[in-house]
């Protein structure tokens, strides 16, 4: 098992820009969700997923889109980049939402 | 609403000294959950432990230790005899339900550093 992966690991974008981080898992897990490091911030969620076709918003949902098409793929886009969204993403899929989350390694996004 | 508080933002430690990161959260769920994650250098999530608010026995993994009190809304974890390899960021975690699931929140984190 891959576990969770994420693409791309390093991401540098213009202000304006769009882009989307890939998240995917193989465990057959239902929930998903995404969250952003940033320093002396902790982990703050951003959006999440409690199976395909369903989604709702975290604490910081604005300027990320999501969808869930498949119970495998969890996408976070990013709408027009800003430089306040430069920070650390982490994707991470449980069980179910009672469970412990496995997280994936990450993307370090720098928005210039 | 839901938080968590890790009021120790830093801590140095010598290896071989016990050490203990705090965690207070509040809630006015009746079930929850309480997560630790450690997060080293390399920068993954490393999930450590995983409590629901029902069972309020002390837990021993290792050199690893729990103590959750509901009366005091604490969470703590305990390493005894620190090594090097444990200086990283130690996360704290409470599952929060709402209409649409459950979301975790995540407290601030406390930086471990261990020198030998």
């Known amino acids: 098992n891959a576990g969770v992966t994420q693409t791309p690991k390093f991401q540098v974008l213009k202000t304006g820009q769009s882009m989307t981080l890939q998240c995917a898992q193989d465990m057959n897990h239902e929930y998903m969700s995404w969250y952003r490091q940033d320093p002396g911030m902790g982990l703050r969620l951003i959006h999440y997923s409690v199976g395909a076709g369903i989604t709702d918003q975290g604490e910081v949902p604005n300027g990320y889109n999501v969808s869930r098409s498949t119970t495998e793929d969890f996408p976070l886009r990013l709408l027009s980049a800003a430089p306040s969204q430069t920070s650390v993403y982490f994707c991470?899929?449980?069980?179910?939402?009672?469970?412990?989350?496995?997280f994936g390694p990450g993307t370090r996004l720098t928005v210039t | 609403a839901q938080k968590v508080t890790q009021a120790q933002t830093e801590i140095s430690v010598v290896e071989k000294e016990d050490v203990t990161l705090d965690c207070v959260y509040e809630?006015?769920?009746?079930?929850?959950?309480l997560f630790w994650y450690k997060q080293p250098p390399s920068g993954e999530l490393v999930f450590l432990i995983r409590r629901n608010s029902f069972d309020e026995q002390n837990e021993i993994s290792g050199r690893y230790s729990w103590n959750f009190q509901k009366s005091t809304s604490s969470f703590n974890f305990t390493i005894t005899a620190s090594q090097v390899v444990d200086s990283a960021v130690y996360f704290c975690a409470l599952s929060e339900f709402n209409q649409a699931g459950t979301a975790l929140i995540f407290g601030k984190g406390t930086t471990l550093s261990v020198s030998s």
């Open positions: 991470a899929s449980s069980y179910s939402q009672d469970y412990e989350q496995y």
């Open positions: 809630t006015r769920d009746t079930t929850y959950y």
